[in-house]
């Protein structure tokens, strides 16, 4: 997949359905009552990176406060959802130690992962970061993770959404009415092509987290380094 394509591709399609009011509201987000939880493997950008991205939301949150904004807390990049949220899931449904081993097994001999995030993009509910790999460490990562996981008798649901190949990292979501749509694609617009930066993984983590990834739902289930 060629990443910059795609990420265009899905700006031009939103933005127009953006300024048109064809955007989608993520009307549970403030729902105290949504039992949606799954796990995901992810990757934490660094703190630099996140420094930068917030001086991205500030200049949103100028525009229009109402939305919902991600902390740095929250902010990562998908490396596999391996069981998607749905409700009802909860941790006493697994044995989390076989994922782990799995997992580790899947991380022998994966090069250095590095990647930067340059520009933004949307989704007809989100603005989100655009993610580049710099080589195929994080796709030959998720393949071996997808064959070790579909030889396993474990419970998973891996690409039963959609078969994820990108990096990036959802920033912003609409959770009410856009009070200026065209203002907040002039932001978007000023961002398209900005550098936030680079970075080594040295981490990746193993979570049980609600469909927003919120910092309060999520539990911390292991750390594997690379």
Same mark, same amino acid.
């Given at each position: 997949?060629?990443?910059? !394509?795609?990420?265009n591709r899905l700006?031009?399609?939103?933005?127009?359905?953006?300024?048109?009011?064809?955007?989608i509201?993520e009307?549970?987000i403030?729902d105290?009552?949504?039992? &949606?939880f799954? %796990?995901? *493997?992810l990757?934490r950008?660094? +703190?630099e990176i996140?420094a930068k991205?917030?001086?991205?939301l500030e200049e949103l949150?100028e525009v229009?406060?109402?939305?919902?904004y991600?902390?740095?807390?929250?902010?990562?990049i998908?490396v596999l959802s391996?069981?998607?949220c749905?409700?009802?899931f909860?941790?006493?449904?697994?044995r989390?130690?076989e994922?782990?081993?799995i997992?580790?097994k899947s991380l022998? +001999?994966?090069?250095? %992962?590095n990647?930067?995030f340059?520009?933004v993009?949307?989704s007809?509910?989100?603005?989100?970061?655009?993610g580049?790999p710099?080589d195929?460490?994080?796709?030959?990562? &998720?393949?071996k993770?997808?064959?070790?996981?579909k030889k396993?008798t474990?419970?998973?649901? %891996?690409?039963?959404r #959609?078969? %994820?190949?990108t990096?990036?990292?959802?920033?912003?979501?609409f959770?009410?009415?856009?009070r200026?749509?065209?203002? *907040?694609? !002039?932001?978007?617009?000023k961002? &398209?092509?900005f +550098?936030?930066? !680079?970075? !080594?993984v040295d981490?990746?983590?193993?979570?049980?987290?609600?469909? #927003?990834? &919120?910092k309060s739902n999520?539990?911390? *289930?292991?750390?594997l380094?690379?």
């Open positions: 997949m060629n990443l910059q !394509e795609h990420y700006y031009q399609k939103s933005s127009k359905a953006i300024s048109e009011g064809n955007y509201i009307n549970q403030n105290v009552s949504d039992s &949606r799954g %796990i995901t *493997l990757i950008p660094s +703190d996140k991205i917030q001086l991205f949150k229009d406060s109402t939305q919902y991600y902390p740095n807390s929250d902010i990562h998908t391996i069981i998607s749905y409700e009802g909860t941790l006493d449904k697994i989390i130690e994922y782990i081993e997992i580790q022998i +001999d994966v090069d250095k %992962i990647i930067g340059k520009g993009t949307a007809p509910s989100a603005i989100m970061i655009q580049f710099t195929e460490s994080l796709n030959n990562l &998720r393949d993770l997808r064959e070790n996981f396993s474990l419970q998973q649901s %891996i690409d039963s #959609y078969a %994820i190949a990096a990036h990292s959802t920033v912003m979501r959770q009410e009415k856009l200026n749509p065209k203002e *907040l694609l !002039e932001v978007v617009e961002f &398209r092509d +550098d936030f930066g !680079e970075f !080594e981490k990746l983590q193993l979570v049980c987290n609600d469909w #927003y990834q &919120r999520t539990i911390n *289930l292991a750390d380094y690379l």
